[in-house]
């Protein structure tokens, strides 16, 4: 093995295993670009809710907007410390909602289709946001703008570029890539890659 | 529930140099799965202090009942995983890996057409297992690849496209130097454009017989491709795309 891409000091136990450091911003994902029109934007919560709620564009950006400094890991091997992001938590967006009791499981769905599913604990208590802001920017469309979603903790595959909203469910979904070999959960600390790991 | 995949020792049984940065390994397996054509390996690295990375290599090899599996491994000058493939590894050498991953981007034969391949650089190594898979099946699925190098001495699997292209029921190939072309040279001379794909798909039925689309290459390449493709009326749903940064 030659040079290193391992951080050194502090940040090398940032890295979870069988990582490489990236300071680039790789792109992965399994389709077009979707075009979404901000116009017609909504982001929508629903499933095991008293009422569905949605918000336009402008409505979400006036919930609870935030900072968010987080390292992401992706299930190819890259993973990228210190991202700025810019966006709301699912936390200030579920309180708009009255949530089932047995509502346990959520499923992002996407513009374009893509969908991915998490257990419910896994994005509430300061785990995960959408964001429509990178370093400052809006967020690129091959990054996932106009906004996605972002789950630090777990591969970024879990992170659903374009996304539309989420659905609170009583059992487990798996999305797109989880019915296709990736791992159901996708925990980079445990190596949560495949199938079975 | 799926078996896990596991991690094995494999052994190095060929390296064939396809270009300049780019060989052909083949790895035998002791674990062996078959795989499907468009999936990947996972190599891991350990150093001796314990250190360990891992990469992702597409499977060039097609879908074989034979214990083994080629893989396209481009050189990267200062990756961690790549230089010790070409510098390091020779014939009999072990190596870790697990697999085959991956299950979307992957086309056999029985999964209908016509089939649009568009490669850049290495991203043609998924898409020649794809090839290879067709005509080792003899299947007859209209085919075509356009695929996208630098210079003429950057295309990998050179003389095997032009033998492949001129098979019976062989596939349309068509290439495009962006860089250099050589004087006598009668492909393309630019990048990947609307217009280019509209020709290459006019040999598989034309874009109203729906092609199913393979993109795989660098990000730019693959983002303009597929907005082409979709611009000129492909369901987003018939494109597939895999993109790599480096796989240094």
Redesign the interface.
Do not use: E, I
């Given at each position: 093995?030659?040079?290193?891409?391992?951080a050194t000091g502090d940040t090398g136990s940032r890295i979870p295993?069988?990582?490489?450091l990236?300071r680039?911003f790789?792109?992965?994902?399994?389709?077009?670009?979707?075009r979404v029109d901000l116009s017609t934007w909504q982001f929508t919560i629903d499933g095991l809710v008293g009422t569905p709620v949605s918000w336009s564009w402008d409505e979400i950006q006036a919930v609870d907007t935030r900072d968010f400094t987080v390292d992401i890991s992706c299930v190819?091997?890259?993973t990228k410390l210190d991202t700025h992001w810019t966006g709301v938590s699912v936390d200030s967006l579920l309180e708009s909602v009255e949530l089932d009791p047995s509502a346990r499981f959520v499923v992002a769905h996407s513009y374009?289709?893509y969908t991915t599913n998490l257990p419910l604990a896994d994005v509430v208590n300061g785990q995960a946001f959408v964001a429509w802001a990178y370093d400052g920017q809006p967020l690129e469309p091959?990054h996932g703008g106009p906004a996605r979603l972002v789950v630090p903790h777990l591969y970024f595959w879990k992170s659903a570029k374009w996304v539309r909203g989420l659905r609170l469910l009583p059992d487990d979904e798996p999305g797109?890539?989880e019915?296709?070999?990736y791992n159901n959960h996708g925990d980079p600390w445990r190596e949560e890659?495949?199938?079975?790991? | 529930m799926v078996e896990p995949l596991r991690w094995q020792i494999g052994t190095i049984t060929d390296i064939q140099p396809q270009t300049d940065r780019v060989s052909s390994f083949t790895i035998g397996l002791p674990d062996w799965r078959p795989h499907r054509p468009g999936q990947h390996y996972d190599v891991r690295l350990t150093a001796e202090d314990g250190y360990q990375t891992q990469r992702s290599y597409s499977i060039a090899s097609a879908a074989d009942h034979v214990p083994e599996v080629e893989l396209g491994i481009e050189r990267i000058a200062d990756g961690e995983v790549s230089p010790y493939f070409h510098d390091v590894l020779v014939t009999g050498d072990k190596v870790e890996l697990r697999g085959p991953i991956g299950g979307y981007f992957v086309w056999e034969p029985g999964m209908g057409g016509p089939l649009l391949l568009v490669g850049g650089g290495s991203g043609v190594v998924p898409l020649m297992a794809m090839l290879r898979s067709r005509q080792a099946a003899g299947d007859a699925t209209p085919a075509a690849l356009l695929y996208s190098s630098r210079t003429i001495g950057d295309i990998i699997y050179r003389d095997e496209l032009a033998r492949l292209a001129a098979e019976p029921n062989g596939p349309v190939v068509a290439q495009t130097l962006t860089r250099e072309q050589p004087p006598d040279w009668d492909g393309y001379a630019r990048r990947i454009d609307a217009q280019m794909l509209t020709e290459v798909v006019g040999n598989i039925g034309g874009m109203h017989a729906s092609p199913l689309a393979y993109i795989c290459g660098p990000t730019l390449l693959v983002e303009n491709a597929a907005a082409a493709l979709t611009d000129l009326g492909l369901a987003p749903m018939r494109v597939r795309t895999e993109r790599f940064g480096p796989s240094s």
């Open positions: 093995m030659g040079r290193r891409d391992r295993p069988g990582q490489y990236t680039d790789p792109v992965l994902s399994a389709g077009p670009t979707p190819t091997k890259w374009g289709g091959a797109f890539w019915s296709l070999g890659r495949y199938t079975g790991d | -």
